[in-house]
Nanobody, 125 residues
Framework: QLQVAESGGGLVQPGESLRLSCAFS????????IGWFRQAPGKEREGVSC????????YYHEFARGRFTISRDNAKNTVYLQMDSLKPEDTAVYYC??????????????????WGQGTQVTVSS
């Protein structure tokens, strides 16, 4: 059964960096996608970045380009989200999710059906 679990959240100051990890298991096909999403209090869950497990193709939503980097380590069954130059508006619960599909796009919550429990990221001075 396809499963994912996030880790690595925490409290950081504006301008600092944080790396989130998403451990996945149970992929029974050679293709699929892992995505990072976030949800701030009172807001809808939104896409951050997604990566295809087959060819490593990536997609970033506009706010994440240039500051966030998604990567994968298939040997460790882990996808990372490196977040640099963090801002207070990046504060949210970050989720990773997985599904069987081709490509990193669309990177929308409605596409994914296996979700982790979320990890809190707080950016505050």
């Amino acid at each position: 059964q396809l499963q994912v679990a996030e880790s690595g959240g925490g409290l950081v100051q504006p301008g600092e960096s944080l790396r989130l990890s998403c451990a996945f298991s149970g992929f029974e096909r050679s293709y699929g996608a892992i995505g990072w999403f976030r949800q701030a209090p009172g807001k809808e869950r939104e896409g951050v970045s997604c990566i295809a497990t087959s060819d490593g193709s990536m997609y970033y939503h506009e706010f994440a380009r240039g500051r966030f980097t998604i990567s994968r380590d298939n040997a460790k069954n882990t996808v990372y989200l490196q977040m640099d130059s963090l801002k207070p508006e990046d504060t949210a619960v970050y989720y990773c999710a997985a599904e069987y599909g081709v490509g990193a796009y669309p990177c929308r919550p409605t596409r994914f059906n296996r979700w982790g429990q979320g990890t809190q990221v707080t950016v505050s001075s």
